[in-house]
Nanobody
């Protein structure tokens, strides 16, 4: 059984930084892409950043380009999201996803999801 566990969320003031982590427990029998999604109250879930198995390909939603960086450590089975220059509109529950089944990194269907970690940015 595969489990994804996010950590690193919290409350920060605008302009601050946070680093999210997502650990993958269990065995996924293939090279898998991963991504971070977020969902704010009353809004649809959106893909924030995605990364391929080799880390060769990454993608970001326009609103976070230049501020967020996604990385992964395959040896540690861990995904990261470094978030800098945070804005109040970044406030959301952040979820990590693993094992892209179809579609693109930010809009595709993933096999596994974490429970989420809350990020709150105050002005």
């Amino acid at each position: 059984q595969v489990q994804l566990v996010e950590s690193g969320g919290g409350s920060v003031q605008a302009g601050g930084s946070l680093r999210l982590s997502c650990g993958v427990a269990g065995y996924i029998p293939r090279q898998y892409s991963m991504a971070w999604f977020r969902q704010a109250p009353g809004k649809e879930r959106e893909g924030v950043a995605g990364i391929s198995w080799s880390s060769f390909s990454t993608d970001y939603v326009d609103s976070v380009k230049g501020r967020f960086t996604i990385t992964k450590d395959n040896a540690k089975n861990t995904l990261y999201l470094q978030m800098n220059s945070l804005k109040p509109e970044d406030t959301a529950m952040y979820y990590c996803a693993a094992d892209l089944l179809s579609g693109t990194l930010l809009r595709g269907q993933y096999n596994y999801w974490g429970q989420g970690t809350q990020v709150t940015v105050s002005s």
